[in-house]
């Protein structure tokens, strides 16, 4: 077991960072820097959803850690399907000239590296969501990344996406409710800005989505 409490953090960063060689990405393709099955986890210090700046690392990161490494074989198997999933997508960014056929998962596992995971400050049902930053054949410079919680797939981008999936982690997080409120909250927040020449959209955290949810209650929801 990978224990997070025995490494250090410093004040110049907002990760704990450690190489680990994991068995399940052997399977991958080798990261630029040839490290077959190495991977870098960074542990995340804050919660972009709450605001919360965390001192040390939190239980539901170590479990999310735990799990990851206990049930390696079901997540990259549905991380490679996601993948497959996502294809549609990647070839009307690309081109079907440039990115490889990707119909079984070891075509996804031939064509990506794995290279580090962000054990992120977010979590749900005391899980961490984790992060998979990873290299891709077809674009060499923005790479590949997966936002996962647990086996669930949450998201897909460029890689940037494996620590930079606010929307997505706070809307699989929400209740409908919640995030329509969200979704209104924001459009009226975005309009309100450009009306006043204000720069930003300005980010709303699950606490205010929830006290703002419990206002619009009608008067026999409080008894359920």
Known sequence: MINLKKY???????VWETEEQISG???FMEDINNRKGYVTFNLEMNSDIEGLNFEKPQAFQQNALNYFIDNQTKIFYSLCQAVIEHYPNLIKLYG???VPELKLVSDVKHNISISTIHILGEEKDDFSYLGFDCGCTWDDEHGLGIVMHKERCI???????????????LKDKMTEEEWRIYTEEKESRIAHNIAFG???AGEITRTQIEEKSKLEKKWWQ???
Request: charged share 40%.
């Open 155 to 169: 998201e897909i981008g460029q890689h940037d996406t494996a620590f930079m999936c606010y929307e997505e982690i």
């Open 25 to 27: 990405t052997q399977e």
């Open 198 to 200: 204000y720069e930003g």
């Open 96 to 98: 079907s000239d440039i």
């Open 222 to 224: 409080f008894w359920k």
């Open 8 to 14: 250090k953090f410093t004040d110049e960063d907002d």
